[in-house]
């Protein structure tokens, strides 16, 4: 089988809903990164997206809608303040876990009984729900325990062969995936930070930041949110993450590096002497939006090991530290303590 890549044209969309209203599974651009997605109703199509990615079966998928009535239909129960949140920040980067219908297959929800939903504000990915008619179950669109896919190129070559079509709608914007909530008497848990923020949840209601967020799960815990406990986000090489001033880095770097070592920086206004490096920007923004693309390309260019910045934990650079922290498999020196 050889991938297509198709651009947004509405013919485009209208081929890849066919596709998935007859149970295949196609790529296509949302705001966050890019998905893999299939019918979320059909068990049969779900399987094919967790062959297509090497994806454990136990760990659940998220539902895309691109209408809020569609909620009914695939949640047995929806929380008042899921109303709330959906109005405030849907369509956008936001997944509410609720109990799911019996439309929704086990498989779908990796065996639980509740079900991950969002609403993308991606239009190709909105047209794409509609033009099927169904809800469509998406992870992203990366080999499991790879980087997630924020570009068509980088789906390409995770999925070539895999599936018949990718819609290729450019760079993601946001960058990194949806946060993952659940809810909890009045208020929220949040599980997987992302693009929408605990700041801006908290204007709405009441929010708590779930320990698995930062901290690694503990033998014989269970993960609340499945995704959270696999080596994640990973590339080939080894990641550290090096907390503390621009001059603590420089130094450590002077120090410890050797060859094979690259450097991931924030705006390449750090000294790392000859120690080659990629940049993934100085705002919790721009970090978002290019972490993925940079662990990718320093596989690509051959990095055996990489000393990265340790990003903040402010807004959406809870989402970005999450991120790095399970690339890195939470290893973090703390260059003031080494002092
Ligand atoms: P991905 O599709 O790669 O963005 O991963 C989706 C992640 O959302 C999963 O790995 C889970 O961590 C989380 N998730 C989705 N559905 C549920 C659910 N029903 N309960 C808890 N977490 C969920
Ligand atoms: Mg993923």
């Not at 920040?89 to 509740?114: A, Q």
């Not at 815990?221 to 959270?228: C, H, K, L, Q, Y």
């Not at 055996?304 to 959406?316: I, L, Y």
């Not at 991120?323 to 003031?336: K, N, P, Q, W, Y």
């Amino acid at each position: 089988m050889n991938t297509r890549i198709l651009d947004c044209s509405e013919e485009n969309l209208l081929y890849a809903a066919g596709i998935i209203k007859d149970g295949g599974v196609v790529a296509f651009p949302t705001e966050t990164v890019y998905g893999l997605g299939a019918n979320a109703l059909d068990a049969e199509a779900v399987k094919k997206i967790f062959a297509a990615k090497g994806r454990p079966a136990d760990n659940p998928l998220i539902v895309h809608i691109s209408d809020l009535s569609m909620i009914e239909k695939i949640a047995a129960e929806v929380p008042p303040t899921a109303y709330k949140l959906a109005e405030r920040f849907w369509p956008g980067p936001l997944t509410m876990i609720m109990p799911k219908s019996e439309l929704i297959p086990s498989v779908t929800s990796g065996g639980l009984d509740t079900v991950g939903i969002r609403f993308p504000s991606h239009p190709a990915a909105r047209r794409l729900i509609e033009l099927s008619g169904l809800p469509i179950a998406a992870p992203s669109a990366n080999l499991s325990g790879s980087p997630s896919p924020t570009n068509a190129k980088r789906v390409f070559d995770d999925m070539n062969g895999r599936i018949p079509a990718l819609i290729d709608g450019g760079e993601s914007e946001v960058g990194l995936e949806s946060t993952v909530l659940c809810f909890d008497g009045g208020g929220v848990r949040i599980l997987r930070p992302g693009g929408i923020t605990p700041e801006m949840l908290s204007e709405v209601c009441r929010v708590t930041v779930d320990r698995g967020v930062l901290n690694e799960l503990e033998e014989g815990a269970v993960a609340r949110s499945p995704g959270m406990k696999y080596r994640h986000y990973a590339p080939r090489a080894k990641v550290i993450i090096l907390r503390g001033s621009a001059e603590s880095f420089s130094e450590y770097i002077k120090n410890n590096a050797a060859d094979g070592d690259w450097c991931l920086l924030f705006d390449g206004s750090e000294s790392v002497g000859d120690v080659p490096y990629i940049c993934y920007g100085s705002s919790p923004d721009e970090q978002a939006h290019r972490l993925f693309e940079s662990l990718r390309e320093l596989d690509a260019r051959g990095a055996k090991r990489v000393f990265a910045r340790c990003p903040g934990t402010e807004g959406v650079g809870l989402a970005v530290y999450n991120r790095i922290l399970r690339a890195a498999g939470f290893c973090v020196t703390d260059l003031e303590v080494v002092k």
